[in-house]
């Protein structure tokens, strides 16, 4: 799951569209379903304390948006 361009600006949007979310990696289940993953983003993106990019976002912002977030390090577990 990815947003096209263009981007909203927002510390777990990078510029190519990936979300920095767990639930897209990590903590993925099954189970989980197309509703549950939308009310998850939009309560990451509600919860936005300001408008800045992630603070990796000049490392991350050429790559393919939509793939693997395994290796991702979760900045925030607070969203």
């Not at 309560?43 to 300001?50: G, Q, T, V």
Request: aromatic share 8%.
């Amino acid at each position: 799951v990815y947003f096209l361009p263009p981007t909203p600006k927002h510390e777990h949007v990078y510029t190519n569209g990936d979300i920095c979310l767990s639930l897209l990696g990590k903590d993925w289940r099954p189970t989980m379903t197309g509703q549950s993953l939308a009310v998850s983003i939009l309560s990451l993106l509600s919860s936005a304390r300001e408008k800045s990019l992630p603070m990796d976002n000049a490392a991350h912002s050429q790559n393919k948006p939509g793939g693997n977030q395994d290796n991702w390090i979760y900045h925030d577990d607070n969203c």
